[in-house]
């Protein structure tokens, strides 16, 4: 009885460290890499920076991969992997699909990564930096980006379709597919104000210019005249989704919304009469609170699930598995 009662004691103290080992690897830091890849930062912002002068579009583009990467079972790059024969990836995903764009950008900035400090930083991290990277070149404001998370092996299509939260959705969905994820109606809210930067295709907001009410009717006007009403035609002309700028990142998304000037059906849901209104007014009123209240979401959207210590790994390519 003495044996078997020494025995579990010792099966127990090595339960607690192995617990204690993975629960300390889980953890991400801002310091992950800074004795393994020093240039790290300088190298991804320079080529972020010459991205975003060549197409100011480009901002958005690369913050978006982050979103629809992190919504995804968790931040892990997933979404960065390409279809091949054998394997199915996100791209084709139904929300991705024409839509999700900023790969080669993506790749460039790997290539350079690896010459710096070969296979040390995963893609899911460079994710990471670019969305801060550009999110603070186009105007907005910087972060300390927490670091550590390795890449997915794998990639899933039907998650991608059921995860993202289509333009179509409404507040109470919204609020929900937030919260499956972890995230408060402050973090939905918040991270929605990365409206503020980029386009959306005329097939995205067709049916709200032409038959929603809760709109502005000069807005819906001027958006007609570079989308048809007829499906089909025009599906992918491209309006900001900021009317006043959609290459600034500042708070006047929040300003349109007050003004029934949201572009997308989910976007016009934050200020409707419902339990978002009040934070819309909030960051209308504070560029300063809206941007410290979105450091706060980013990061808190870049804790879903990462892979670490020896889960997934960190791919040479971000487009394949090694």
């Known amino acids: 009885m003495a044996s078997s009662s020494s025995f579990l004691k010792a099966f127990l103290t090595l339960a607690s460290v192995a617990l204690l080992v993975g629960g300390t690897s889980a953890q991400l830091s801002i310091y992950y890499y800074a004795e393994t890849c020093p240039l790290l930062c300088p190298t991804v912002k320079s080529?972020?920076?010459?991205?975003?002068?060549?197409?100011?579009?480009?901002?958005?583009?690369?913050?978006?991969?982050?979103?629809?990467?992190?919504?995804?079972?968790?931040?892990?790059?997933?979404n960065?992997?390409?279809?091949?024969?054998?394997f199915t990836g996100e791209k084709n995903a139904a929300p991705n699909k024409n839509s999700l764009r900023g790969f080669d950008v993506v790749d460039k900035i790997k290539s350079a990564v690896e010459e710096v400090c070969p296979g040390i930083v995963s893609c899911a991290d460079l994710l990471a930096i670019i969305a801060r990277d550009s999110v603070e070149i186009l105007g907005g404001p910087g972060w300390d980006v927490k670091l550590g998370r390795r890449d997915a092996r794998t990639a899933s299509q039907a998650a991608a379709n059921n995860s993202i939260p289509?333009?179509?959705?409404?507040?109470n969905a919204l609020i929900s597919s937030f919260q499956n994820h972890g995230l408060s109606q402050k973090d939905l809210v918040a991270l929605y104000g990365a409206h503020t930067i980029g386009q959306a295709r005329c097939t995205n907001f067709r049916a709200r210019i032409y038959n929603e009410s809760n709109?502005?009717?000069?807005?819906?006007?001027?958006?007609?005249?570079?989308?048809?009403?007829?499906?089909?035609?025009?599906?992918?002309?491209?309006?900001?989704?900021d009317f006043q700028d959609a290459t600034s990142f500042d708070n006047t998304y929040f300003v349109n919304l007050m003004k029934k000037r949201g572009l997308l059906h989910s976007d016009q849901q934050l200020f409707n009469g419902g339990s978002t209104d009040s934070l819309v007014r909030t960051y209308a009123e504070s560029q300063d609170t809206f941007f410290k209240d979105f450091v706060a979401s980013m990061i808190n959207m870049g804790d879903i699930k990462p892979l670490t210590g020896s889960n997934g790994e960190i791919r040479r390519n971000c487009r394949r598995v090694n």
């Open 47 to 78: 080529i972020v920076q010459e991205a975003i002068a060549a197409e100011a579009r480009m901002g958005a583009s690369l913050t978006r991969l982050f979103f629809h990467d992190c919504f995804v079972n968790g931040c892990d790059g997933s």
């Open 80 to 86: 960065l992997l390409d279809d091949t024969p054998t």
């Open 166 to 171: 289509p333009p179509t959705n409404n507040l």
């Open 215 to 241: 709109i502005d009717s000069s807005f819906a006007q001027t958006m007609k005249s570079n989308c048809p009403s007829v499906t089909g035609v025009g599906d992918n002309n491209l309006d900001g989704l």
